[in-house]
């Protein structure tokens, strides 16, 4: 496939890859569009955090009450080894690891930012989590409202220049990793909803979306890799079902948005299309990882509850209850925490033992 290719074509080539029979893994560790024999029991854990701010040139004024990017990391390695010992020690066996700005990418070093680790540096975490048993999964996400960690580029998005640095470091990725299994691009919360937030509204609609996403979806998939990508995009796109190619492993995330419930026809009917997400995405056709949280909303706090605890028991039950077993692939805590204090690191823990007893019961 070339970067070139229409969508009908990259939806042709999708099928064929969907309707292909499972790869093994190959002698020398690689292997491509395979799903492992057993559940998927992934933990979500944050290396870099440049996702969520404000992104400025230097020149650029501060504007007050804004937040916005680290010009270096935010991270302890201890926490960081003690959290991924605790997914050990609760039978984990796949962290995906939110890079961002963590990672000195050799295409474009001036993403880079204090204390960036280097590509040997994350090739040797990398090796090290695999002997653990733990499979390292990238995260980058390239999502327009969670892109800031691209820095200037991030203002450049749907242009020749944000697609050479998106496949540049696409690669730099894959060969640093040594060809993964799945690469998560992210690509949640694009919509003028979320963008209108933001000091410069950062938002692709309707065919430009599609066309960015099939362009990295084809540079994934150009090295082996199989796409993971959150579905937030099909809460208000229906046509999401059909134009999404069947080769990419859908991240389907319902956090029981503040304690509607998980019977459908009792929801809000603007939060109906989140769980009716898990179904409608199973039925089509599409592989599933569903993602609970511990991570407690503003809602959530201002009614006086400090913890999420419960989200990760009712949506296993659900999506055993309601999803078709040979779609759903597994389970992927996100708790949205940082990998830098004890605090992070209790909370982290707390949001795996949570599915962990979930999917143990």
């Not at 990259?10 to 029979?21: E, I, Q, W």
């Not at 933001?198 to 082996?224: D, F, M, P, T």
């Not at 078709?324 to 204090?341: I, Q, V, Y």
């Amino acid at each position: 496939m070339t970067h070139e290719m229409t969508r009908k074509d990259f939806l042709a080539a999708s099928a064929a890859f969907a309707a292909a029979p499972a790869f093994a893994t190959v002698s020398d560790g690689k292997s491509a569009f395979a799903l492992k024999p057993g559940e998927i029991r992934a933990v979500l854990l944050h290396m870099g955090m440049n996702m969520w701010g404000e992104w400025r040139a230097p020149d650029e004024p501060k504007i007050e009450g804004k937040r916005y990017t680290r010009d270096e990391i935010y991270f302890s390695e201890d926490i960081w080894k003690r959290t991924i010992d605790h997914a050990k020690k609760r039978n984990y066996n796949m962290v995906v690891m939110d890079l961002g700005e963590f990672l000195e990418y050799p295409s474009h070093p001036e993403l880079a930012v204090k204390g960036s680790w280097s590509p040997d540096r994350m090739r040797a975490e990398v090796r090290r989590l695999r002997k653990m048993g733990l499979e390292p999964i990238p995260k980058l996400n390239f999502s327009a409202t969670h892109d800031q960690w691209l820095k200037e580029y991030h203002r450049m998005i749907a242009t020749e220049p944000y697609y050479r640095v998106c496949f540049d470091v696409i690669k730099d990725v894959c060969e640093i990793f040594e060809t993964p299994r799945f690469m998560h691009i992210g690509m949640d919360e694009e919509t003028l909803e979320w963008a209108r937030k933001s000091l410069i509204v950062n938002c692709r609609q309707n065919e430009l979306w599609w066309h960015s996403l099939y362009k990295i979806l084809n540079a994934v998939e150009s090295h082996g890799v199989r796409p993971w990508m959150f579905t937030s995009y099909a809460w208000s796109h229906p046509e999401y079902v059909q134009k999404c190619p069947k080769s990419v492993l859908q991240c389907v995330g319902y956090y029981n948005e503040d304690v509607q419930g998980y019977v459908i026809e009792k929801m809000d009917k603007r939060y109906q299309p989140r769980l009716r997400n898990f179904i409608e995405l199973s039925r089509a056709g599409f592989d599933i990882v569903a993602m609970p949280t511990n991570w407690v909303s503003e809602k959530l706090k201002k009614s006086g509850r400090t913890e999420n605890s419960d989200c990760a028991a009712e949506l296993v039950k659900f999506c055993r209850a309601n999803v078709d077993p040979e779609r759903l692939k597994g389970f992927l805590m996100a708790s949205w925490m940082e990998c830098k204090t004890e605090g992070c690191f209790r909370f982290n823990c707390a949001g795996m033992d949570q599915l962990a007893d979930a999917l143990d019961a």
